[in-house]
């Protein structure tokens, strides 16, 4: 399933950019080696999927919708969300393109280019007892030779997005306002009817 959601990306200047975006393209910039590596704007990525009707007027300030929200702030260094898509910081992808899927490609060459800038602090598959992982050291660094005889099937890259901060706010009524606090404290201007608006819409009855 997918749909939407909202993404702030603050630079480094405090130029503030807030778009309605597609949940796989947040799952794809959040993991990109811009983001996760050299820390430049991914806002090329907006532009190029969704051109300038995905700018929203922030006049107002900013506010969740669809999902949630995403916030990426190189001028405090984090990278932030509340949503119910995607845990962000990870990406859950293949090591190569199997035949059974498409359009994999790009999202692939991104793991790739985040193993060999050393990004990729931990690969896991399976869950609970049976889940089996290989860490990053220094004596045995993750390569993608590694990957590839550890699993060609469904895996889980952690990443090291350092010096972004990844923090991932409950979906509640304390976990929007948790994350309204964040950003009022890092200097952001919220919307505070649409934010009321769009937590009680998602909680009323619950």
Not at 57 to 68: E, F, M, N, R
Not at 139 to 163: G, H, M, Q, R, W
Not at 177 to 186: E, I
């Amino acid at each position: 399933m997918g749909g939407s959601v909202n993404f702030v990306f603050r630079d480094s200047g405090g130029t503030v950019n807030f778009r309605e975006i597609y949940t796989r393209g947040m799952y794809f910039i959040q993991a990109s080696p811009e983001v996760v590596h050299h820390h430049t704007s991914p806002m090329h990525y907006c532009d190029e999927w969704y051109g300038k009707e995905s700018i929203l007027d922030q006049k107002d300030g900013i506010s969740p919708g669809g999902y949630g929200l995403l916030v990426i702030d190189y001028m405090k260094n984090e990278m932030y969300t509340i949503q119910g898509y995607c845990h962000i910081g990870e990406v859950l992808t293949y090591i190569k393109s199997p035949a059974h899927h498409c359009g994999l490609d790009d999202e692939i060459a991104n793991v790739h280019c985040l193993i060999k800038a050393g990004r990729v602090k931990e690969v896991s598959k399976g869950y609970g007892e049976s889940k089996k992982k290989i860490r990053n050291t220094k004596k045995n660094p993750i390569t993608i030779e590694a990957v590839e005889n550890f699993s060609l099937e469904l895996i889980n890259f952690s990443l090291d997005t350092s010096p972004l901060k990844v923090k991932q706010f409950q979906e509640s009524r304390q976990g929007y306002s948790a994350l309204k606090k964040r950003m009022v404290a890092a200097g952001f201007k919220i919307d505070e009817a649409n934010w009321t608006g769009f937590v009680k819409d998602q909680f009323d009855g619950y």
